[in-house]
């Protein structure tokens, strides 16, 4: 009888599906023919559908690690979703880790990275939950940083299992545009261990083509694409377009995504000022400013909604027309998120609506979608006004864009493809990096 294969995922982030509606993780696999085990670097409980076995370490864990005996990480098992709801998890740093995550000084930031360089984990109890639950490899889905590299390194040398990587973000590249000398001690550190800890990866995905390109002319080939997934459906429904028109967008409006939001709504505004023929509908978690809400939102074209759950949000797209995607303009965040390819383009794709993506012409999101004529595509802030009064002319381009959404998705983020890819590569890797001396398996095992 073949056994599930057991895959260890290292994770920055709580796999909670309540507090991160966006989890990639179990849009990867949920329904995935695997085991699986989570080591987990923040306070709080996991919530999905896939995982109960967990070890959890955070920052005041890391910290009371420093000062005194007690060592960094725990094991805890749920093994149904009451327990998940009512389990607390590490709580009673929470507000200190909310302001560790958002600390914007790099001096602090330095602190943070040093607090989990020095600390001490618990070993014995890591070794112990490792040898446990057996891995055949670990995945770890994260942005390269000083912490998340040192904690591979150690999860790798105990577990003795190939280790795949996953980064949708710029980690290596030094195109950056950052004054602090603290920041380039810091890029300069990373960048050494990033080098090293590359040796170890049997495999590397990325979610653009160009940070796979980047990769590959600096480490060679070991780097692939990997994407979010989605349910999309063989045939669209043409919708009546609504009137108003509607845009929506959800998603955080940091890294001053807010500017390019509020560039909307000056340009509806002009639009809409003899008759309200398009307006514009704000989701978002992210805590905003006095000035930020008042230019956000004016109770005529631009409505500021709060945060909805997924679920909700499903409802809310198959009520409205474009689904929108922004990202900034200034230089720094340009430089920033030039490799990123943020995972609500794909919900967008999968809404059933057209999806608009507003970005500066080199980002990876808009090159994607561009290429594959799959959004409205605007790259200049000058533009928004021209291309929303084409749409609001000829409202019969938003169900043009609609079915071309769809058919991108179906091509390139189909559910049952993507967690195939990923099989195939894990089993492929198990099998080339694992001996048969070692007693686990034979090659047929899986």
Known sequence: MKR????????????????????????????????????????????????????????????????????????????????????????????????????TTE?????RELIWFYGKYDFQALQKFIDEFKPDIIFSPRLATIKMLRLEKIVCNIAQVPIVAFTGDAEYSMRIFRISPIFWVKKL????????MMLSYSLYYTLSDEQREEYQNEFGEKFK???KCGEFKDTTV???????????????????????LVAIRKALKVINEAETKILLEIYT????????????????????????????????YNNSDIALHVESFDLRNRLLTKVSFSTKIIDCLGSGCAVMVISWDKHSGFTYLKKENAAFTISNLNDISIELKKIVENPNLINIYAQNALKCGQRN??????????????????RTEKTNEEGLYTLDEF
């Not at 006095?290 to 809310?316: C, H, M, W, Y």
């Not at 890819?421 to 894990?426: K, L, S």
């Open 4 to 103: 599930r294969m057991r895959i260890l995922i290292i994770s920055d982030e709580v796999w909670n599906d309540e507090i991160h509606g966006n989890n990639i993780l179990t849009n990867w696999f949920q329904g995935f023919d695997a085991e699986f085990a989570n080591i987990y670097c923040s306070p709080g409980s996991p919530l999905n559908p896939c995982c109960n076995q967990y070890f959890q370490i955070t920052d005041s864990m890391m910290l009371k690690s420093i000062f005194g005996k007690k060592k960094a990480g725990k094991s805890f098992k749920l093994n149904s979703l009451a327990d998940k709801a009512i389990f607390d998890g590490e709580s009673e740093n929470k507000r200190l880790y909310s302001r560790l995550k958002f600390i």
């Open 107 to 111: 001096s602090l930031r330095a602190v």
């Open 189 to 196: 550190i990373l960048r050494n261990m990033f080098r090293k």
């Open 225 to 227: 694409i990997l994407r």
């Open 238 to 260: 043409i919708s009546k377009v609504k009137k108003p028109i509607k845009i929506i967008y959800a998603g955080k409006i940091y890294s001053n995504r807010w500017k390019t």
């Open 285 to 316: 978690r992210d805590k905003m400013s006095n000035r930020q809400r008042e230019l956000l939102d004016d109770g005529k074209n631009s409505f500021v909604k709060g945060a909805v759950s997924p679920e909700e949000l499903k409802t809310i």
């Open 413 to 430: 983020h189909k559910k049952d493809n993507v967690q195939q890819m990923i099989y195939e590569d894990f089993i492929k890797i198990i």
